[in-house]
């Protein structure tokens, strides 16, 4: 730190700097996250919520009461009657709460969890921290979990198995009802990771129900999901939510000074301002606004993806979700030439593919914009 005072000026240059080195969703070029720029209302209701502090909930019980209607709203939405959670500060958190519950609630000192391949890598850091053992499923064909396998793998230290509804790699969702079945005649906690697919899937449509993913399912114990990523709230939001207030003793703390006695979060001072401009985009949007979005989302997935197959290459599956994963000969060297154009999709060395996440950001013509980059790049043969 300087000793003497800057003035806003100076200060405001440097930071206006570094916010250039940034990119922007709004120029149509990032294809490779799942947050997107929250609607101008909900920032605005995120600055007015900066100060208020969810960790000391009777000194903010206005937020307090915020957060409980955020997840009653998630509640409804994912069939939970009796559903309880919080606003977390994302899929990471709201997955090792879910683990830090299904281990503590089993008696084996040895703990297991079974994984998809495609689970996502916060899990990975979750049972290095919880020192649980991941022991992986195997994917089927169209790469959903292989509820044979994973059958196969329980034993009497499995404290959960996990099911994905929209893998962050290819936007898969696992039969979650299958493995509902699988975890209520072996009394094991089945968690669904839906940070990206819980605020996707409830708003479109299926003719069938095998993408049935949530509290409708008797085994489904506890499920992530994230207003921060489909939500397109604020960051921080991520969200866990359990089937009914069981699951709480085992995340519960005493705060013995605090205004609340007790703390269910693993982070302590929380931030009220990404719960309030939830409610917010809740409100603002409702059902049909979700169900708009999520629409076009789709229509411009199915677009790219059947451009690309028109176009030769491999795309690997119908998308389920807003993702498209698609092979060329050398799919790193077009991921990094991508880039190099001012393109951000991602390269999954696991399935040698490029995704690229359609958002709400995603315009028809950012899309466009993309193909004609990769076809660019498709002929000059790099
Ligand atoms: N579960 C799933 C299925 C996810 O996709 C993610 C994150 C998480 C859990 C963990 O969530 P948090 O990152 O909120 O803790 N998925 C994104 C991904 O890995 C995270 C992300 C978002 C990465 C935006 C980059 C980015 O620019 O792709």
Request: a positive charge.
């Amino acid at each position: 730190m300087q000793d003497k005072p800057r003035t806003k000026a100076e200060v405001l240059a440097r930071l206006k700097t570094a916010l250039k080195n940034d990119e922007r969703y709004k120029n149509g070029k990032i294809f490779c996250s799942m947050c997107t720029s929250p609607p101008l209302f909900a920032k605005e209701v995120h600055k007015l919520f900066l100060e208020s502090n969810l960790g000391d909930k009777a000194l903010f019980s206005g937020s307090s009461q915020l957060e409980k209607e955020v997840v009653a709203t998630l509640a409804q939405l994912l069939h939970g009657k009796t559903a309880v959670g919080f606003l977390v500060s994302g899929g990471t958190e709201a997955n090792l709460l879910a683990m830090l519950a299904a281990r503590d609630q089993a008696s084996t000192q040895t703990p297991e969890v079974i994984l998809p391949e495609s689970a996502h890598f916060s899990f990975h850091k979750i049972c290095r921290l919880l020192k649980l053992k991941p022991v992986f499923a195997r994917l089927d064909s169209n790469f959903r979990v292989d509820t044979d396998h994973v059958e196969q793998l329980l034993t009497k230290n499995t404290v959960a198995i996990v099911g994905t509804a929209g893998s962050a790699e290819l936007g898969t969702v696992d039969p979650i009802d299958q493995l509902s079945v699988i975890a209520t005649k072996n009394d094991v906690h089945l968690h669904v990771d839906a940070a990206f697919g819980g605020l996707v899937l409830p708003f479109i449509e299926y003719a069938d129900n095998t993408l049935d993913f949530d509290f409708k399912l008797e085994g489904v114990r506890s499920i992530t999901v994230d207003p921060h990523k489909m939500g397109m709230s604020t960051i921080p939001a991520g969200g866990i939510l359990f089937r009914n207030n069981t699951y709480l003793k085992y995340l519960q703390t005493e705060t013995p000074y605090l205004t609340e006695q007790t703390q269910y979060t693993f982070v302590g001072t929380r931030s009220a301002a990404s719960v309030a401009a939830t409610w917010a985009i809740f409100h603002l949007l409702g059902r049909e606004g979700f169900k708009k979005t999520v629409k076009k989302c789709m229509q411009l997935t199915m677009f790219l993806a059947s451009k690309l197959e028109k176009a030769g290459f491999e795309v690997l599956l119908r998308p389920t979700l807003n993702i498209v994963a698609f092979r060329y000969a050398n799919s790193k060297m077009l991921a990094d030439n991508l880039r190099r154009r001012g393109w951000f999709v991602s390269y999954v060395p696991r399935l040698d593919c490029i995704r690229v996440v359609i958002m709400p950001h995603s315009k028809r013509r950012h899309v466009v914009g993309l193909l004609r980059c990769i076809n660019e790049l498709q002929r000059q043969n790099v």
